[in-house]
């Protein structure tokens, strides 16, 4: 395995030392903070055990697929998501993967802004105190100062350490680290949890299905979207990392351990907040209608302000609200990473340096982010304009996939030599119907939702959440590359071509 290692360095590329490495390092990618506080408060308001048998469906039809494909694709290409499309589809279509790595990008912008957020509450909760007084002053007083931008420099600075340090002594040593220790802390929290008075109530709302809320089509979609924005599919990210991983990896292998590991972080969260706000509101003596009001409030309200709210009142408060905070960063962190990797290996692909390639990426995240690390207007414009797009990168894959023919990606890239677990014709159904299909109930039905929440407004491109602002970002994104696409595609491939 070393010797593999050191071979693969002589030509420009590290690999991680065993499948475990690339198992953390997908695991990391994966789980992040949507895991902790996005999935307890959508499987809350979306019926509980019926949401998540649909989800549970999702992950097989929709995450794990997806999976598969970057898996196989990197794997196969060992270059970044824009030498890959161009590699696979042909040199006309490298904007497709120019334009996924353009939307990762946009979110790492102000992702490493919400890592920032997630160490200040760790620090302030171990050393200040002050949270659990008056979570919402002490919230507003955050995000109106410059102290965000002080946390998103300092964000920026730990991944972009560890992005440099490579891939085993960075990414892989990194996530060792990261994903363990999150899953041990999200046990603590669970079983903190369910000691808690009311906490058994909490549980059956989590897991009793209410089998009638399955008709309801909007179950559906949003455990479709959790599960797609959840497990990083069609992100590009474990795409950069099938890099490095060894020519025995087993993209179905690996992608069903990725998607089962979400999910069960994701599982561990809701089991942890759920139980503790019902037994909030059991010792308050009120009704269950304000635990879902509760559970309604924005990922940040929910997660700055209410979570501070609901550890204040049990014995040890403090010490479990440090450790949530905790357990948030390492998410928050091991995502990070991928993202800046991300953009790393493509400006290694193109001939850069791994260490030139860090700086000037970590240089341009902490500039770009800044507006979103000072205006929380901008910050939620960037986040629903760059993750409904991330549904356009999931089908790209897909497209990339129907262009190289799915029978023949199927048997060529990821069917593994020696390997006892085979892919079948399933696989073509998938990605010729239901994968599309997926893509277009999806997307259609966030746009009608950006549309009806504001009718008269729509084309406002100025606007947070309206049409006109998505369509106006997306449509100068796709332009743009599509005009440079043979710059942008012979810079991606001169190095390979040259050797």
């Not at 002053?137 to 964000?155: D, I, M, N, R």
């Not at 700086?359 to 304009?385: E, H, K, R, W, Y």
């Not at 079948?424 to 039905?445: E, H, N, S, Y």
């Not at 947070?464 to 100068?476: E, K, Y």
Request: contains cysteine.
């Amino acid at each position: 395995m070393k010797d593999n290692n050191k071979l693969a360095m002589m030509k420009g590329k590290e690999l991680f030392t065993s499948r475990w490495g690339i198992i953390f390092a997908g695991l990391g990618m994966a789980v992040g903070t949507g895991n902790i506080w996005r999935f307890p408060r959508i499987v809350a308001t979306q019926g509980g055990g019926a949401f998540i048998i649909a989800w549970i469906i999702f992950l097989f039809l929709w995450s794990i697929p997806l999976l598969m494909i970057e898996i196989s694709i990197g794997k196969k290409t060992r270059m970044g998501v824009i030498g890959s499309f161009a590699k696979i589809m042909g040199k006309n279509y490298a904007w497709m993967g120019t334009f996924v790595t353009f939307v990762t990008t946009a979110i790492m912008f102000y992702y490493a802004v919400v890592a920032g957020w997630c160490l200040k509450y760790f620090l302030a909760t171990c050393f200040q105190g002050i949270i659990k007084k008056n979570p919402q002053k002490f919230w507003l007083s955050f995000t109106s100062s410059w102290e965000p931008v002080l946390f998103h420099f300092a964000a920026i600075l730990i991944g972009a350490f560890i992005i440099y340090a490579g891939v085993v002594k960075g990414i892989e040593r990194a996530n060792k680290i990261f994903i363990p220790s999150l899953f041990f802390l999200l046990i603590i929290a669970c079983l903190r949890a369910l000691t808690l008075p009311s906490a058994v109530e909490g549980l059956n709302f989590l897991f009793s299905p209410n089998l009638a809320r399955l008709a309801d089509y909007k179950l559906w979609l949003n455990a479709l979207s959790q599960s797609a924005w959840s497990t990083g599919a069609g992100w590009g990210l474990i795409l950069t990392y099938a890099v490095y991983s060894h020519k025995k990896e087993n993209p179905v292998l690996t992608s069903t351990t990725l998607g089962f590991g979400n999910n069960l972080a994701s599982l561990l969260a809701a089991v942890a907040v759920i139980p503790t706000v019902f037994s909030f509101f059991s010792m308050q003596d009120l009704s269950n209608q304000k635990v879902l009001e509760v559970m309604k409030a924005d990922n940040q309200g929910l997660t700055f302000i209410w979570i501070p709210k609901l550890f204040s009142t049990i014995p040890g408060g403090s010490f479990f609200l440090a450790l949530f905070f905790l357990a948030l960063s390492f998410a928050a962190f091991s995502s990070l990473i991928s993202m800046i990797e991300l953009d790393t290996r493509i400006l290694m692909d193109a001939g850069l340096t791994r260490k030139k390639a860090v700086i000037l990426i970590a240089g341009c995240a902490f500039l770009c982010g800044l507006p979103s690390a000072i205006s929380m207007g901008f910050f939620t414009n960037q986040d629903n304009v760059w993750s409904i797009a991330l549904m356009v990168s999931g089908f790209f894959f897909t497209v990339a996939v129907l262009k190289y023919g799915p029978k023949n990606f199927r048997l060529n890239l990821i069917s593994t030599p020696g390997s006892k677990i085979k892919v079948g014709k399933w696989f073509d159904i998938l990605v010729i119907i239901f994968l599309p299909l997926q893509f277009l109930a999806m997307l259609g039905w966030w746009l009608w939702q950006s549309y009806s929440e504001d009718p008269t407004n729509w084309f406002k491109i100025t606007s947070s959440f309206s049409l006109g602002t998505i369509f106006f970002q997306w449509a100068i994104a796709i332009g743009l590359f599509i005009l440079l696409n043979k710059t942008i595609t012979k810079s991606m491939l001169k190095k390979t071509d040259d050797s």
